[in-house]
């Protein structure tokens, strides 16, 4: 075991470090950023339905459903088809609405979920097509849809997904960009420039695990903390949801995530001294909107951990302890955030004597109901 890990102390880690490889493994053979070329063989057959689809339907669960709602402001963004995130369980259990021009996505690392299974049969019995975006090769998933993409991000053994995350964001960007430079309602500028940003990727996320021994300092300050907030607004809000989900899994610190601009309704009211809230404040659109709440909280004497991009000033000024990432746009920003959210939950994990590649109570795949 201790070769499989390769030199980490545990699995996650070393899946966590995995990431760039595993995000070019994904873009092998799909993207060619320098000749202005995206592709994914099974959306190419099926390019037609996409261009005609009235809406996405996104099923899955954990991870994968933070997967899709990341997907969800992407695809929007990009291709302008209205896009719907459901989670796989609620959706086979609720006579759920499928139209002619519906596609549904499933999203699933080990492709044998249960739940995400059964939604997949009840929509395929109403006649939708299904696509799939799974890990695992041969996986049930990927035979029970239609067509589908393969992430590519090797085996996942740690339970907290974690490389599987980021390159189901990978695929999902990659659809959203064919279609949307095949719709026309992505300007041809604009495609070349994701196009590129795309292909640099990888080295950010490079740069953003340089920042490891940092946030493990940062870990060893709220390591005893008995609950914790995570925040974020646009294409981060998901992320937020992701980052406190792998802490509460590894590390059974109680974590919310939020959106930012939400706290207000609710959780503002938990905020004092001994609340660690965890804040993705990159400089992006309504940047000054984050740096508000961030004032808001320290106000309240809350202790502020911000994810800012390279340079930042005015977060800086206000955050208790920031990370830095390279600047990306904000629709690729996800792959990036999500990178020091997870080295904060495995530090704080292993420093609370977790066992962090298999926590309690949970399973890599859950196939039972
Ligand atoms: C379990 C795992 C999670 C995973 C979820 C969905 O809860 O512990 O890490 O996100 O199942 O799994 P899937 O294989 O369908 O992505």
Redesign the pocket.
């Known amino acids: 075991e201790q070769i499989e890990k390769g030199g980490f102390d545990h699995f996650m880690l070393k899946e966590i470090y995995e990431q760039p490889n595993a995000i070019k493994d994904t873009f092998r053979g799909r993207l060619r950023a320098d000749e202005g070329i995206v592709k994914l063989s099974s959306v190419e057959e099926n390019l037609q339905k996409f261009l005609n689809a009235d809406r996405i339907l996104i099923v ?5 459903w933070h997967a899709g709602l990341v997907a969800e402001y992407i695809l929007e963004e990009f291709t302008r088809i209205p896009v719907e995130v459901e989670y796989a369980s609620e959706f086979r259990y609720r006579n759920p609405i499928i139209r002619k021009n519906d596609i549904i996505i499933a ?7 249960a739940d ?1 299974l059964a939604a997949i049969k009840l929509a395929k019995e109403q006649g939708a097509f299904v696509y799939g975006v799974c890990n695992v090769v041969g996986s049930s998933i990927s035979r029970e849809t239609h067509t589908g993409s393969y992430t590519h991000a090797g085996p996942e053994i740690g ?3 974690t490389k ?1 995350f980021t390159t189901q964001i990978t695929v999902l960007t990659l659809m959203a960009l064919r279609i949307g430079q095949a719709k026309g309602t992505l300007s041809r500028a604009d495609f070349h420039r994701y196009l590129q940003e795309l292909d640099h990727v990888p080295q950010k996320v490079e740069q953003a695990l340089e920042h490891n021994l940092e946030i493990q300092a940062i870990a060893s300050k709220y390591k005893d903390a008995p609950n914790c907030l995570y925040l974020g607004r646009g294409y981060n809000y998901p992320v937020a949801l992701e980052g406190a989900l792998k802490l509460k899994e590894i590390s059974y610190i109680h974590a919310e995530g939020y959106p930012a601009a939400e706290m207000k309704h609710g959780p503002i009211a938990l905020i004092d001294e001994h609340m660690p809230v965890v804040i993705i404040a990159p400089k992006q659109e309504h940047y000054d909107k984050i740096v508000s709440n961030i004032q808001e909280i320290k106000a309240r004497n809350g202790k502020i951990i911000a994810v800012v991009t390279a340079g930042d000033v005015q977060v800086k000024k206000l955050a208790d302890y920031v990370i830095e990432i390279p600047e990306t746009s904000d629709a690729l920003s996800p792959l990036i955030t999500t990178i020091p959210l997870q080295l904060l939950a495995y530090h704080i994990a292993v420093m609370r004597g977790c066992n962090v590649d298999q926590p309690r109570n ?5 196939t039972v109901e």
């Not at 899955?60 to 994968?64: D, E, I, L, N, P």
């Not at 949970?362 to 859950?366: D, P």
Request: hydrophobic share 35%.
């Open positions: 899955a669960c954990g991870t994968s999203i699933s690392q080990s492709g044998e979920t995400t339970v907290a997904s599987a949970l399973a890599k795949s859950v």
